[in-house]
């Protein structure tokens, strides 16, 4: 692979797509391809049908894997490959956080088994950069941005953290952990300066 994967990762109102619409309108990363999870195919269309009913959580699961899968061979192998850098707004990590919190009842160590299911297939990110911020806060933000996800709940987001913040202690070598409770310009600056450093200009050399 010659290109960089970059992903962003967080719980639900932790500023990601707001520094992701950022950084597109960026001339210094206008060499990256943007991307997200779930995807906007007829797969990530499946996903967003569960999220918006009570799916059985393992058929919810096994529908988002399969939105990963089908962005893996459409867009970031032959992206990764032609030598393009891609910043991905969430990816697997949001899996491991989300599904192993949903599965919690149902397996032991359900972030485990959700990470044990992407490999031999997956590809990787580079750098993961998790946005750290507290439920309350991230909760209160996306108060009046009108439809919610089910998924945007206290408790809930609780343990979507701290699920992140074990994935990223145990692979500190991947993950950046930025506080993502400051003022936008700083979030920003600090977001745009570890992703220059990690694809340079942004463009393919
Ligand atoms: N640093 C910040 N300070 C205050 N408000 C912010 C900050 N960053 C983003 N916001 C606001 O918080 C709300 C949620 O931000 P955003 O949609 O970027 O989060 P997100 O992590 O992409 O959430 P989701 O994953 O649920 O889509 C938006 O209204 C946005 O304008
Ligand atoms: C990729 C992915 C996402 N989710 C959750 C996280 C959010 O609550 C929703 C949709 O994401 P958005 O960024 O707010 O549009 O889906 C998940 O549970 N598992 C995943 O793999």
Redesign the pocket.
């Known amino acids: 692979m010659k290109g960089k994967l970059i992903t962003l990762e967080g ?2 109102g932790s500023g ?2 707001t520094i992701c619409r950022l950084l597109q309108d960026d001339l210094g990363f206008e060499g990256c391809i943007f991307t ?3 995807t906007t195919s007829w797969f990530g269309d499946a ?2 049908r569960a ?1 918006r009913s009570d799916t059985d959580h393992i058929a ?2 096994m529908l ?2 399969a ?2 899968a089908d962005h893996i061979s459409r867009l970031i192998r032959p992206s990764l490959e032609n030598g393009d850098n891609i910043i991905s ?11 192993g ?2 599965l919690q009842d149902i397996f032991e160590d359900p972030l485990d088994w959700v990470r044990f299911l992407h490999k031999g297939w997956t590809i990787d990110p580079d750098l993961i950069i998790l946005f750290d911020i507290d439920p309350e806060v991230a909760v209160k933000r996306c108060g009046d941005r009108g439809e919610r ?4 709940k206290m408790e809930f987001l609780k343990k ?1 953290r701290s699920n992140y913040l074990r994935l990223a202690a145990e692979e500190p070598g991947r993950f950046v952990v930025v506080n993502a409770d400051r003022p936008l310009n700083e979030v920003q600056e600090e977001v745009f300066r570890i992703i220059a450093h990690a694809v340079g200009t942004g463009n393919k050399e």
Request: glycine share 0%; proline share 3%.
């Open positions: 719980i639900d990601k797509s997200r999870e779930p996903v967003n999220l919810e699961l988002f894997l939105d990963h707004d969430r990816y697997s990590a949001s899996r491991c956080a989300y599904q919190a949903t996800s089910k998924f945007e979507v």
